[in-house]
Protein backbone atom coordinates (compact mmCIF):
# COMPACT_ATOMS: atom_id res chain seq x y z
CA UNK A 1 0.00 0.00 0.00
CA UNK A 2 1.39 3.12 -1.19
CA UNK A 3 1.01 6.29 1.45
CA UNK A 4 1.00 9.48 -0.28
CA UNK A 5 2.31 13.25 0.71
CA UNK A 6 1.57 16.61 -1.11
CA UNK A 7 3.55 19.80 -0.52
CA UNK A 8 4.34 22.72 -2.47
CA UNK A 9 0.92 24.49 -2.00
CA UNK A 10 0.39 28.19 -0.86
CA UNK A 11 -0.71 31.69 -1.57
CA UNK A 12 0.49 33.09 -4.80
CA UNK A 13 -0.65 36.62 -7.31
CA UNK A 14 -2.12 35.90 -10.02
CA UNK A 15 0.49 35.10 -13.27
CA UNK A 16 2.45 33.23 -10.66
CA UNK A 17 4.27 30.03 -10.18
CA UNK A 18 3.90 27.16 -7.61
CA UNK A 19 5.68 23.42 -7.91
CA UNK A 20 3.66 20.80 -6.13
CA UNK A 21 5.63 17.36 -5.36
CA UNK A 22 3.78 14.66 -4.37
CA UNK A 23 5.93 12.12 -2.68
CA UNK A 24 5.34 8.39 -2.17
CA UNK A 25 6.12 5.93 0.10
CA UNK A 26 5.03 2.22 1.51
CA UNK A 27 5.24 0.77 -2.05
CA UNK A 28 7.41 0.44 -5.78
CA UNK A 29 6.22 3.72 -6.69
CA UNK A 30 7.66 2.86 -10.58
CA UNK A 31 4.15 0.41 -10.84
CA UNK A 32 1.89 3.11 -10.40
CA UNK A 33 0.35 5.75 -12.43
CA UNK A 34 -0.23 8.62 -11.05
CA UNK A 35 -2.59 11.83 -11.65
CA UNK A 36 -2.99 15.20 -10.22
CA UNK A 37 -6.57 16.41 -9.06
CA UNK A 38 -8.49 19.58 -7.44
CA UNK A 39 -11.27 20.82 -5.64
CA UNK A 40 -12.46 23.76 -5.46
CA UNK A 41 -15.38 25.12 -2.55
CA UNK A 42 -18.58 23.62 -4.19
CA UNK A 43 -17.30 22.17 -7.21
CA UNK A 44 -16.35 18.29 -7.69
CA UNK A 45 -12.94 17.13 -7.50
CA UNK A 46 -11.28 17.37 -11.74
CA UNK A 47 -8.48 15.77 -13.05
CA UNK A 48 -5.59 18.07 -13.82
CA UNK A 49 -3.27 15.34 -15.23
CA UNK A 50 -2.06 12.67 -14.78
CA UNK A 51 1.22 10.29 -16.00
CA UNK A 52 1.79 7.08 -16.71
CA UNK A 53 4.72 4.68 -14.34
CA UNK A 54 7.35 5.25 -17.29
CA UNK A 55 6.72 8.83 -17.46
CA UNK A 56 6.49 8.48 -21.79
CA UNK A 57 2.57 9.46 -21.18
CA UNK A 58 1.18 12.34 -20.25
CA UNK A 59 -2.25 14.13 -19.73
CA UNK A 60 -2.93 17.16 -19.24
CA UNK A 61 -6.95 18.46 -18.88
CA UNK A 62 -7.88 21.28 -21.42
CA UNK A 63 -8.29 23.59 -18.60
CA UNK A 64 -5.00 23.53 -17.53
CA UNK A 65 -3.19 22.45 -20.54
CA UNK A 66 -0.53 25.18 -22.10
CA UNK A 67 0.08 26.03 -18.06
CA UNK A 68 0.48 23.23 -15.98
CA UNK A 69 3.15 20.43 -16.19
CA UNK A 70 3.01 16.94 -14.46
CA UNK A 71 6.58 15.43 -14.46
CA UNK A 72 8.27 12.17 -12.21
CA UNK A 73 10.97 11.12 -10.86
CA UNK A 74 10.95 7.64 -10.16
CA UNK A 75 14.43 7.44 -8.38
CA UNK A 76 12.72 10.01 -5.89
CA UNK A 77 9.82 8.32 -5.78
CA UNK A 78 7.64 11.89 -6.22
CA UNK A 79 5.21 13.09 -8.74
CA UNK A 80 5.17 17.05 -9.43
CA UNK A 81 2.44 19.74 -11.14
CA UNK A 82 4.57 22.84 -12.05
CA UNK A 83 2.00 25.58 -12.68
CA UNK A 84 2.61 28.53 -14.62
CA UNK A 85 0.32 31.66 -15.54
CA UNK A 86 -1.65 30.78 -12.15
CA UNK A 87 -5.40 32.03 -12.45
CA UNK A 88 -7.69 32.99 -9.23
CA UNK A 89 -9.82 30.16 -10.41
CA UNK A 90 -6.99 27.94 -9.87
CA UNK A 91 -7.20 28.20 -6.07
CA UNK A 92 -8.53 24.68 -5.15
CA UNK A 93 -7.21 22.06 -2.92
CA UNK A 94 -5.43 19.91 -4.95
CA UNK A 95 -4.71 16.01 -4.67
CA UNK A 96 -2.55 13.40 -6.18
CA UNK A 97 -3.50 10.21 -6.67
CA UNK A 98 -1.96 6.69 -7.55
CA UNK A 99 -3.16 3.52 -9.11
CA UNK A 100 -1.63 0.25 -9.85
CA UNK A 101 -1.20 -0.78 -13.00
CA UNK A 102 0.72 -3.25 -15.03
CA UNK A 103 0.82 -1.07 -18.20
CA UNK A 104 4.11 1.38 -18.51
CA UNK A 105 3.04 3.40 -21.02
CA UNK A 106 -1.17 3.85 -20.03
CA UNK A 107 -2.28 7.12 -18.15
CA UNK A 108 -5.49 6.82 -16.20
CA UNK A 109 -7.98 9.54 -16.27
CA UNK A 110 -10.73 8.10 -14.44
CA UNK A 111 -11.33 9.27 -10.60
CA UNK A 112 -12.18 5.60 -9.52
CA UNK A 113 -9.53 3.81 -10.77
CA UNK A 114 -7.26 5.43 -8.48
CA UNK A 115 -6.79 3.76 -5.40
CA UNK A 116 -4.78 5.72 -3.40
CA UNK A 117 -4.85 9.75 -2.69
CA UNK A 118 -2.59 12.20 -0.72
CA UNK A 119 -4.24 14.72 1.89
CA UNK A 120 -3.86 17.99 -0.54
CA UNK A 121 -2.43 21.28 -0.11
CA UNK A 122 -3.96 24.27 -0.48
CA UNK A 123 -3.48 26.40 -3.54
CA UNK A 124 -4.69 29.85 -3.35
CA UNK A 125 -4.29 32.63 -6.43
CA UNK A 126 -4.58 36.37 -5.08
CA UNK A 127 -5.85 38.78 -8.56
Known amino acids: QVQLVESGGGLVQAGGSLRLSCAAS????????MGWFRQAPGKERELLAA????????YHADSVKGRFTISRDNTKNTVYLQMNSLKPEDTAVYYC????????????????????WGQGTQVTVSS
Open 51 to 58: ISRSGSST
Open 26 to 33: GGTFSNYA
Open 97 to 116: AADWTRSIVLVITTQYEYDY
